[in-house]
T-cell receptor
Framework: DQQVKQNSPSLSVQEGRISILNCDYT??????FLWYKKYPAEGPTFLIS?????DKNEDGRFTVFLNKSAKHLSLHIVPSQPGDSAVYFC??????????????FGQGTTLQVKP | DSGVTQTPKHLITATGQRVTLRCSPR?????VYWYQQSLDQGLQFLIQ???????AKGNILERFSAQQFPDLHSELNLSSLELGDSALYFC?????????????FGSGTQLSVL
């Protein structure tokens, strides 16, 4: 059962334009979400997070939006740069009651930003 | 550099064999996580240790086992290896084990079972 889903395996955008990566989840007990970025031959690195008490969190060119009623979150990158080309993973933190820091990841979306 | 060290970077072995993957967490981190990434798959959670004790278990096969030692490094043991075990295995660490912890990942061990 895939609790976190990224339905778009890949996305290609032009440099300077907006990149929008989407993620859906099924478990309403999730209340903390993160985005990780992964370059080839490296491990994933933390990008940005959002708590369920918010609907938006912004950090420079990166903004994450959360729609709890739709169980949907998205990552916006504006403006997109060639260095943003990577695999982006959406992740949900396990419910608080589980008392673990484990993350449940989506399958990832490969972003290509063309110069 | 995340501060998480995984060795070896690459491992090639045959079916039926046993291997050990090693992970040193970031200095001061008490929690270690193991993830498996197969081809075209996301990161699948295997197991978490916190300060030497198992904290959470995912879809880890019975042929796989892990432990965290007193110096906080961790080892993932994979036995009776099958072709389908070929994957990238990541270790991650975090300061504690709570639900808002950021995980810091190592660069992974690429396991190829031939």
């Amino acid at each position: 059962d895939q609790q976190v889903k990224q339905n778009s395996p890949s996305l290609s955008v032009q440099e300077g334009r907006i990149s929008i990566l989407n993620c859906d989840y099924t478990n309403s007990m999730f209340d903390y979400f993160l985005w990780y970025k992964k370059y080839p031959a490296e491990g994933p690195t933390f990008l940005i997070s959002i708590s369920s008490i918010k609907d938006k969190n912004e950090d420079g060119r990166f903004t994450v939006f959360l729609n709890k009623s739709a169980k949907h979150l998205s990552l916006h990158i504006v403006p997109s740069q060639p260095g943003d080309s990577a695999v982006y993973f959406c992740a949900a933190s396990a419910p608080r009651a589980s008392n673990t820091g484990k993350l449940i990841f989506g399958q990832g979306t490969t972003l290509q930003v063309k110069p | 550099d995340s501060g998480v060290t995984q060795t070896p970077k690459h491992l090639i072995t045959a079916t039926g064999q046993r291997v050990t993957l090693r992970c040193s967490p970031r200095s001061g981190d008490l929690s270690v996580y193991w993830y498996q990434q197969s081809l075209d798959q996301g990161l699948q959670f295997l197991i978490q240790y916190y300060n030497g004790e198992e904290r959470a278990k995912g879809n880890i096969l019975e042929r796989f086992s892990a432990q965290q030692f007193p110096d906080l490094h961790s080892e993932l043991n994979l036995s009776s290896l099958e072709l389908g075990d070929s994957a990238l295995y990541f270790c991650a660490s975090s300061t504690r084990a709570g639900p808002t912890e950021k995980l810091f990942f190592g660069s992974g061990t690429q396991l190829s079972v031939l």
